[in-house]
């Protein structure tokens, strides 16, 4: 079964940190971009962060820019979100996604199509 599953959210106190985890399950990861993307109650869902897998390129949402970092081990087949500086405003559902891509693009968060998505891990902020 093809999947992306998703871990590492949970309640935290602002200014903490956290570490998600997108782990693919019966493909690999090295010919995907991936982006995570989050939604809060009434909210509609936005972009948090993608990077592509032609040549690293990361690109992050202006309310989390210089605190979260994407990265990826195509070792594990895994791609991770270090959220540092938490806010009570980054609440959500977040959820990661994967599109194959054979070209360049100048962000892997702002794709029309992603051919996977997880189920969402939570991540509540707050004292």
């Known amino acids: 079964q093809l999947q992306l599953v998703e871990s590492g959210g949970g309640l935290v106190q602002p200014g903490g940190s956290l570490r998600l985890s997108c782990a693919a399950s019966?493909?690999?990861?090295?010919?995907?971009?991936i982006a995570w993307f989050r939604q809060a109650p009434g909210q509609e869902r936005e972009g948090v962060s993608g990077?592509?897998?032609?040549?690293?390129?990361?690109c992050y949402a202006d309310s989390v820019k210089g605190r979260f970092t994407i990265s990826r081990d195509n070792a594990k087949n895994t791609v991770y979100l270090q959220m540092n500086s938490l806010k009570p405003e980054d609440t959500a559902v977040y959820s990661c996604?994967?599109?194959?891509?054979?070209?360049?693009?100048?962000?892997?968060?702002?794709?029309?199509?992603?051919?996977?998505w997880g189920q969402g891990t939570q991540v509540t902020v707050s004292s």
């Open positions: 019966g493909f690999t990861l090295d010919n995907y971009a």
């Open positions: 990077i592509s897998n032609i040549d690293g390129n990361t």
């Open positions: 996604a994967a599109v194959p891509l054979s070209v360049r693009v100048l962000c892997a968060m702002r794709l029309t199509k992603y051919d996977y």
